[in-house]
């Protein structure tokens, strides 16, 4: 059964650091591109950035170029967001996604429960 | 790296047909035949209920369609049930990011 778990969420204060794990289990992990999707309370989904399955390729969105960094560790099925230099518009629950067919298109086959972020003084 | 445009809310009677459209460019929907939609529902996390614009993943009911012209998608759910309330969302491929819409709610009256 395949199953994505975050944590690392919390409460930070702006320009403060997170770092977000997603830990995969259930398939072969370095066989799938995996992303982070965001959705702040109320509002919609927004993808944040995603990894090739080897980790040597990585994309983001406009609004956490810079700020932010996905890597993944496949020897331990993990997936991971650095969040640096947080904003108030970071708040969100954060969910790490896998890609149905392993590529970078935006088909999410699973999900995981997400894991909140929240950015206040 | 814009939104892909939906409706805010569309509704519709138990047993009618509705139609959510996702109008994106010539950069995303309009290049690659790869809309998905998702469906959620209030405190959960998203089903991909079409993928590649027009396809079904498995367990998904054939109640839910998926179509595509020129840089606008669409999602159709016939025969609405109850159970069909909830949020949708597309999404599409466009290059080296993936872009989602604003999201549909989707009343059943």
């Known amino acids: 059964e395949v199953q994505l778990v975050e944590s690392g969420g919390g409460v930070v204060q702006p320009g403060g650091s997170l770092r977000l794990s997603c830990a995969a289990s259930?398939?072969?992990?370095?066989?799938?591109?995996m992303h982070w999707v965001r959705q702040a309370p109320g509002k919609g989904l927004e993808w944040v950035s995603l990894?090739?399955?080897?980790?040597?390729?990585?994309y983001y969105a406009d609004s956490v170029k810079g700020r932010f960094t996905i890597s993944r560790d496949n020897s331990k099925n993990s997936l991971y967001l650095q969040m640096n230099s947080l904003r108030t518009e970071d708040t969100a629950l954060y969910y790490c996604?896998?890609?149905?067919?392993?590529?970078?298109?935006?088909?999410?086959?699973?999900w995981g429960q997400g894991t909140l972020v929240t950015v206040s003084s | 790296q814009s939104a892909l445009t939906q409706p805010a809310s569309v509704s519709g009677s138990p047993g009618q047909s509705i139609t959510i459209s996702c109008t994106g460019t010539?950069?995303?929907?309009?290049?690659?035949?790869?809309v998905s939609w998702y469906q959620q529902h209030p405190g959960k996390a998203p089903k991909l209920m079409i993928y590649?614009?027009?396809k079904r993943p498995s367990g998904v009911s054939n109640r839910f369609s998926g179509s595509k012209s020129g840089n606008t998608a669409s999602l159709t759910i016939s025969g609405l049930q109850a159970e069909d309330e909830a949020d949708y969302y597309c999404?599409?491929?466009?290059?080296?990011?993936?872009?989602f819409g604003g999201g549909t709610k989707l009343t059943v009256l």
């Open positions: 590649e614009g027009s």
């Open positions: 259930g398939f072969t992990f370095d066989d799938y591109a």
């Open positions: 990894i090739s399955g080897d980790g040597g390729s990585t």
């Open positions: 999404c599409s491929y466009a290059g080296s990011h993936v872009v």
């Open positions: 010539s950069s995303d929907v309009g290049s690659y035949n790869l």
């Open positions: 996604a896998k890609s149905q067919l392993g590529t970078f298109h935006g088909d999410y086959d699973y």
